[in-house]
């Protein structure tokens, strides 16, 4: 089995800042992308930002100079720095990872989800 479990949400004032966790565990051979997707009310799931197990990363365009993805490969975990936050980035945010198991099947898993709610 895969684990992975984010951490990090909660309630923060317009400007403020947030940091969101994602560590995946339990019976993984390698770790491909890792990333993170929100959803808000009424709205379909899209991605926030996405990393490469050699450090590539890829942003929405309503994220870039506000947002920062990085990982710890030694640790299987994800981070997103979430600065300057605005109402409409109020979302649940969920962690997605593409690994190799130790059956040898890539596949994709996620995380249960975090709310960020950004409001005054």
């Known amino acids: 089995q895969v684990q992975v479990v984010e951490s990090g949400g909660g309630l923060v004032q317009p400007g403020g800042s947030l940091r969101l966790s994602c560590a995946a565990s339990?019976?993984?051979?390698?770790?491909?992308?890792m990333g993170w997707y929100r959803q808000a009310p009424g709205k379909e799931r899209e991605l926030v930002a996405d990393i490469t197990s050699g450090g590539s990363r890829n942003y929405a365009d309503s994220m870039k100079g506000r947002f920062t993805i990085s990982r710890d490969n030694a640790k299987n975990t994800v981070y997103l720095q979430m600065n300057s936050l605005k109402p409409e980035d109020t979302a649940v945010y969920y962690c997605?990872?593409?690994?190799?198991?130790?059956?040898?099947?890539?596949?994709?898993?996620w995380g249960q989800g975090t709310q960020v709610t950004v409001s005054s």
């Open positions: 339990g019976r993984i051979y390698s770790i491909n992308a």
């Open positions: 997605n990872c593409n690994l190799l198991n130790s059956d040898f099947v890539v596949r994709t898993y």
